[in-house]
């Protein structure tokens, strides 16, 4: 470790730095706690909480409020700086202002997006399981997936607040439509990062991405199959290395198109 | 040691650091399979993969500037149930006048210099057709993403696409374009596109969404 600290120069330091400060803006003031509920969260991909649906108990529902205050970050200073920075990023590709903070999701690693905005000048929640969190940080290239997580969860926000999770999900008996989208702006953000991947790290990503897929084909929280949800992924990619010039608007719009929406 | 700890240095790098790694074309590769049978990742066969991290870190490159399509700097890949990287389907009708000029012939744009067709629907490109081999427009220049062209075989097709969802056979009539010409459609609505032969010479490709 000592070895890849060395490595980050000093005005990526700096950079970071900055970027600390558009992280404490978008953290909530309050650590979001969450109880481990009887009613566990799937083992892998995100939990949507929309109109009155949710797989999260009420118990657990219930602890995740403003009321726990004595934690707002992870603990980890660097952590939060490095994550701080992504959701700045995040924030400003998708256009979206959500609040952030973590949870406690032993047992059922997770990470939620919630419409419901707890901060004000926010738009929405996302949450993010801090089992998770630490199971994938100690995995090799484990941060990839981070990022596509969160990718993934401010696109369930981008959902929310134009009127695509409405059109993924009518008629539809299960999440899966609304997942897959997600996914396909999830590999757009990748994608439109500027940085040349190792091929290590698109094929850990790609294998860790496949990898929560389900085959639970009419359980209404089915999110696609392990293909189905690799093949979003990759197609968002592949937009935004094609095409960067265009915006979320414009991925939201052939994500749902790429879904035959 | 925390956990977080190595996270932390690996993220960074992620967030600021341009890493040397694979350029945009070698990603892009359209082929979900290796050569060895087994799936790619992002276009990367596993087996090409370097578990190695880039020793090195810089600034980020500026991404490349967005280009205007034009007719004279055209992507001729046709990608099934895509299109074209400048004119693909669900794009505004407007951007397939800007790559390839066409005028409206009912609900279609058509291109007969390019060799190319849209059908419009909304004011959206719905279906897209690609000419090879015909009396009236020209051969489209370019060939699908794995490959197919005109000098390519029904043959050809299956090797690339596997067997077709449905096949039509026919002879065209003395009315049709190619009269007593036998006409075989391989259709592959699971992709999205459809070739048609004509005498076993490819004389179009439609795109369409998936189905």
Known sequence: ?261 | MKTYQVFIPMLCFHLTANLIGLTASNVFAEERLCPDGKRSYFGVCPEEGNNSRPLQSELPTPAPKPKSPSSGDLSLKIIQGVGLKECYLGMDASFFQRAFGGKREGQYLIAPNHGVDALIVDGKISELFFYFYSKTKSSFAGSTDRGINANSSPLDVTAKYGQPDRIGQSVISQYGAMPGANEKSMEYPRFGVTFTFWDDKLADIRIYSKR
């Open chain 1, 1 to 261: 470790m000592t070895h890849l600290n060395s490595l980050i120069k000093r005005r990526q330091l700096l950079q970071y730095g900055a970027s600390g400060a558009a992280f404490t803006s978008l953290i909530s003031p309050n650590f979001v706690r969450a109880t481990k509920a009887g009613t566990g969260l799937p083992m892998a991909g995100c939990c949507l909480m929309h109109g009155g649906e949710s797989l999260v108990s009420q118990s657990r529902l219930s602890r995740i409020d403003n009321s726990s205050a004595n934690v707002d970050k992870s603990g980890n200073p660097r952590l939060d700086r490095s994550l701080g920075y992504l959701l700045a990023d995040l924030a400003s590709k998708f256009k979206v202002r959500p609040g952030f903070g973590y949870f406690d999701d032993r047992g059922s690693p997770n990470a939620l997006a919630l419409p419901d905005s707890r901060l004000s000048a926010s738009t929405g929640t996302v949450l993010f399981g801090r089992e998770m969190m630490s199971t994938h940080i100690n995995n090799a290239n484990g941060d990839m997936f981070i990022m596509g997580i969160c990718a993934h969860e401010f696109a369930h926000i981008v959902q929310f607040f134009s009127g695509y999770y409405e059109r993924l999900s009518k008629g539809q008996q299960t999440k899966k439509l609304v997942e897959l989208h997600a996914d396909f702006l999830s590999g757009y953000y990748i994608g439109l990062r500027k940085i040349n991947y190792a091929s290590a790290e698109l094929i850990s990503l790609g294998r860790t991405w496949e990898s929560i897929g389900d085959s639970s084909y009419t359980d209404p929280q089915h999110h696609g199959t392990p293909e189905e949800r690799l093949q979003a992924v990759e197609n968002g990619y592949r937009f935004a290395r094609e095409r960067p010039e265009f915006g979320i608007k414009e991925a939201c719009e052939v994500g749902a198109r790429y879904l035959n929406v």
